[in-house]
């Protein structure tokens, strides 16, 4: 990574309670010093998530009545290109797909998997497909029916996932790329009552990764396909995100790759701690390499910086953010300078500019 270059990150937050609605935030960053310093807020009501595009030219996120979508400026800052209703309740996840063509919002309350059209210009279109999950999962408090928490696509764009953590399984999609239309071909199971929460493919494509919320741990999976283009996923590997000891009630979060996707990280919430993984890029597999505690409450989500030297957590419950010096090879983290207070923050991306 060369010295000079450039970014912002943007952190989206809760703003119900906050009369501002001052839902994102635009923060300049200090790579060397592994320091961010606020730059500009957006007005957005509950930014449950946030995703910049494939071509990094646009950012969209969740708001009550639907999605937003912004054109990113050349010093990071964003202009509102336009808003769109998801027919639903408010979504939780969205992402698009490798071409920027559609965008898809995933929907925790009401259990709905939501593709929209995207624009030329970056703006968000009509409805494509609506799916809503059905079903009864596990009778567990709450447990027991949809809640799909993460929509990706597989890095070779022809399959979308769907992470449903009250059912336990992750769909797997086949997009028709014409219509913006989705067919369902398989389904990943994963162990009762374990809570699929966010999934990741490393950067090759090859490999699965999916965090689950209540059993806290990462199921690593081989991906391919076969001759008659049909998805199969094998699982290679399944690897704790905490240490043996930790806190009785605990959830895990979120799931980043380092910007060289030479590290996964993840938070634990209820043991208030980031756990980081080195990857094998030809196996695909993970080794811990810390799980140490961010001095905040509910971590919801967890980044490391460009250098892979810093790593900042969000911490949903104390309403801030604290940042640490990491050195990978001592396995340690190293409290770096005083916390940045956030109303409720969800989720953050480092974006490059150009």
Request: proline share 3%; charged share 25%.
């Amino acid at each position: 990574m060369a010295g000079k270059d450039k970014y912002v990150a943007y952190v989206s937050s809760y703003t119900s309670g906050n009369n501002a609605k001052l839902g994102i935030s635009i923060f300049d960053v200090d790579v060397k010093n592994g320091r961010i310093e606020k730059k500009d807020q957006v007005e957005i009501t509950n930014s449950s998530y946030i995703t910049i595009s494939h071509d990094q030219q646009h950012l969209y996120s969740i708001t009550d009545f639907g999605v937003e979508s912004y054109l990113i400026k050349e010093d990071g800052s964003l202009k509102l290109i336009n808003n769109a209703s998801i027919n639903g309740m408010r979504g939780c996840y969205l992402s698009t797909d490798y071409d920027d063509k559609y965008l898809f919002v995933a929907g925790y309350h009401d259990a709905k998997l939501t593709v929209l059209k995207l624009q030329k210009d970056g703006g968000v279109g009509e409805i494509t497909d609506e799916i809503y999950h059905k079903g009864l999962g596990s009778i567990a408090e709450r447990n027991f029916r949809p809640h799909i928490n993460c929509v990706k696509m597989t890095r070779d764009n022809k399959f979308l996932l769907a992470a449903d953590l009250g059912m336990d399984h992750t769909v797997v999609y086949r997009l028709n790329h014409q219509t913006g239309k989705l067919s369902q071909l398989d389904i990943i199971h994963s162990e009762q009552e374990s809570a699929p929460r966010h999934l990741k493919f490393s950067k090759d494509g090859k490999f699965l990764y999916i965090v689950h919320e209540l059993k806290n741990y990462i199921d690593v999976y081989e991906y391919s396909v076969d001759k008659n283009d049909i998805p199969s996923f094998e699982k290679i590997q399944t690897i704790s995100t905490l240490n043996d000891y930790h806190a009785s009630v605990t959830s895990a979060s979120a799931i980043n790759w380092s910007f060289d996707f030479k590290y996964i990280v993840s938070s634990n919430a209820g043991d208030n701690s980031v756990v980081v993984y080195s990857v094998d890029n030809k196996t695909g597999l993970l080794t811990k390499i810390f799980c140490l505690p961010v001095s905040g409450d509910y971590p919801k989500d967890a980044a490391l910086f460009p250098d892979n030297k810093h790593l900042v957590s969000l911490n949903h419950e104390s309403n801030t953010m604290t940042f640490f010096t990491v050195d990978m090879e001592k396995g340690t983290i190293v409290m770096n300078g005083k916390e940045i207070p956030i109303d409720r923050p969800n989720c953050i991306i480092f974006h490059k500019l150009p």
